[in-house]
Nanobody
Framework: QVQLVESGGGLVQAGGSLRLSCASS??????MGWFRQAPGKEREFVAT????????YYADSVKGRFTISRDNVQNTVYLQMNSLKPGDTAVYYC????????????????WGQGTQVSVSS
């Protein structure tokens, strides 16, 4: 399995921006995804990116505000989050899968420990 470590979370006001990073020992051979879990809710899909970075896929709730990208030389995946809303408050996780960008959550085999994002109104 791939070791994943997220960073970049924090507290931001509504309308602000954050960039999350997910570092790993080796990412180039996997599709990568970001998921989030708000208090009292199930973990939900946010975005995925293909192995080469050519293809991306977003949840409707973040489309147009969040951008997923990757640097296969640095073995890092990013999630740029703009126009943040209080509803984006959650623990954000990165994960890896050998499936495509529309893989189901249970098809991701490696998960990070998560990073907290809090958006105040």
């Amino acid at each position: 399995q791939v070791q994943l470590v997220e960073s970049g979370g924090g507290l931001v006001q509504a309308g602000g921006s954050l960039r999350l990073s997910c570092a790993s020992s080796g990412l180039a051979w996997t599709t990568m995804g970001w998921f989030r879990q708000a208090p009292g809710k199930e973990r939900e899909f946010v975005a995925t990116i293909s192995k080469s970075g050519t293809y991306t896929y977003y949840a409707d709730s973040v489309k147009g505000r969040f951008t997923i990208s990757r640097d296969n030389v640095q073995n890092t995946v990013y999630l740029q989050m703009n126009s943040l809303k209080p509803g984006d408050t959650a623990v954000y996780y990165c994960a890896a899968t050998e499936r495509g960008i529309r893989a189901k959550q249970d098809e991701f085999h490696s998960w990070g420990q998560g990073t907290q994002v809090s958006v105040s109104s």
